[in-house]
């Protein structure tokens, strides 16, 4: 994996139902992760991660022009208000990761975290995500917060059977659950494996 580079790609609904509690959890949560896979970073020179945010609620938008540098990444708090465009989100990840030269990259990360359903048309770009070669070998984890998620989507967007979207049911798992997907991420796309257990004593 000599002189690869990762590209690490945060899909995250900042729609209204998002406001509060769950928008402040996952603003916490991110930050706080990014400590942990700058450690993996460290221990695996010849990698260079980038990260990327895109959030979506009415439309979608790229928080940075373009991918950062693990370590010249600073976050930013997020806002919500909106809808769920996830669609717009997948189209606009779908246009970067054509650019993707897979000689010099190890397969994506794409974690995506959600409240609710989308509203607008997803198919087409959760489509042409799966069908694509980079897509298609892209490492992606999907996070569900509450109960209002449509599970089927979720589990759609992963296009594996033998995992299972990640439930969220209060913030204290989402921390959780948000540290130990960057981790597990990443480790995948260096053909690593861990396991998780987290217990949920609350629901939202």
């Not at 010849?46 to 439309?59: N, P, T």
């Not at 693990?70 to 997020?78: A, G, N, R, T």
């Not at 048309?121 to 984890?141: A, P, T």
Request: net charge negative; with cysteine.
């Amino acid at each position: 994996m000599e002189n690869k580079i990762l590209h690490f790609i945060w899909m995250l609904d900042c729609s209204g139902s998002m406001t509060g509690e769950k928008i402040q959890s996952l603003n916490y949560a991110i930050r706080n992760a990014l400590p942990s896979i700058i450690d993996i970073a460290e221990k695996n020179k010849d990698i260079q991660i980038f990260m990327r945010i895109i959030k979506f609620s009415d439309g979608a938008q790229w928080l940075t022009e373009k991918p950062v540098e693990l370590d010249k990444f600073i976050w930013s708090d997020l806002q919500t208000g909106g809808i769920t465009d996830l669609g717009a989100a997948l189209d606009m990840v779908n246009e970067e990761l054509s650019k993707l030269d897979k000689k010099t990259n190890l397969p994506p990360v794409i974690i995506l975290v959600t409240d609710g359903q989308p509203t607008d048309n997803y198919e087409e770009g959760l489509r042409k995500l799966l069908s694509s070669e980079i897509g298609s070998q892209s490492v992606r984890i999907a996070i569900a917060i509450g109960e209002d998620v449509d599970n089927d989507i979720l589990q759609d967007f992963i296009g594996n059977n033998d995992e299972r979207p990640l439930q969220a049911g209060n913030s204290h798992s989402l921390i959780n659950l948000i540290k130990w997907s960057s981790i597990n991420a990443v480790d995948k796309s260096f053909q690593q494996v861990k396991e998780y257990n987290c217990d949920d004593d609350e629901i939202w």
